[in-house]
């Protein structure tokens, strides 16, 4: 099957496959490309039943796994993907906290140990577009930057994948976005990002239109109900939330074939509509 079209995105836990890519998922597969979502962790750092935290008492990290993979599971139904592997590793919880240290924790493993996985998966799925998180891991979390190490360690020494793609949240999009939530008294007037929240709209090489996959993107996003109280999105009015979903923004940081400044599509240059 080298000849079939195929995504991989690598992402750290089980949710963080909808909000940057769930519309890209879910149009590639109605598309006839074939895609994978390899997730690194199990997510035992989540929120557990009734809202228990990390660190508190009752909070039980192998029942929190085992539910946040069945709510994984559920949202890949959703999304449309062909395929899920599972790394496995150990969640490493938000950064500064303890358990960043424990030695089986997913930031803690060595990155040409991971990346070996990685690349017989890339071996096995032969993917033309690899998408993962950039160098911050898009806001610093310990597992996302490790994704990022271990992806762009699989790519370079597996030579298979011909694009390989940032995730981005556009800066001057998602300040437009909680503007327009501030006016409708949906977020908190006193709501600040950090000057450098975010990716410069003008280093974004890849724009997505997934606005008819909102829907399945926001019961996507439902499925993971038992971290419900973190994710925001869901919150807002459903103006703001077509407004969230409806694009999908992406920063190219290696192709091996011809492609355009501007893209609207991961596959430029690689089927044969596009091919140039």
């Known amino acids: 099957m080298d ?19 769930g519309g890209i998922f879910a149009r590639f597969a109605d598309e006839g490309i074939r895609t994978v979502l390899v997730t690194c962790t199990n ?22 796994s085992a539910r946040r993979l069945d709510e994984l599971r559920d949202s890949v139904t959703h999304l449309g993907i062909d395929h899920l592997e599972l790394l496995g590793y150990r969640d490493s919880g938000m950064v500064g906290w303890a358990t960043n240290e424990t030695p089986d924790a997913f930031t803690n493993i060595p990155v040409e140990q991971a990346a ?14 690899v998408v993962t998180y950039d160098e911050n891991g898009g806001y610093g979390h310990p597992d996302h930057i490790q ?33 327009y939530l501030r006016s409708t008294g949906a977020a908190p007037e006193d709501l600040e990002f950090p000057p450098d929240f975010g990716t410069p709209d003008e280093q974004i090489t ?22 419900g109280e973190n994710i925001f999105l869901l919150r807002m009015p459903a103006e703001a939330q077509h407004r969230a979903f409806s694009q999908e923004a ?22 044969p509509d596009t091919a140039r």
Do not use: C, N
């Open 206 to 227: 890849t724009w997505v239109d997934v606005a008819p996959y909102v829907e399945r993107k926001r019961k996507a996003l439902e499925a993971h109900a038992s971290q």
């Open 43 to 64: 997510g035992e750092q989540g929120d557990g039943p009734g809202g228990v935290k990390p660190g508190d008492e009752g909070h039980d990290e192998a029942a929190v």
């Open 147 to 179: 994704a990022h190490r271990i992806t762009v360690a699989a790519v370079e020494a597996s030579g298979i994948p011909a694009k390989l793609y940032y995730t981005a949240v556009p800066r001057e999009r998602i300040t437009e976005l909680f503007d």
């Open 250 to 271: 992406f920063v190219r940081r290696l192709s091996r074939v011809p492609a355009p400044d501007r893209e609207s599509h991961l596959f430029d240059g690689l089927r």
């Open 116 to 129: 070996a996985r990685l690349a017989e998966l890339m071996e096995r799925y032969r993917p033309q577009v």
């Open 3 to 21: 000849d079939e079209l195929t995504l991989m995105a690598v992402h750290a836990h089980p949710d963080d496959e909808v909000i940057g890519t």
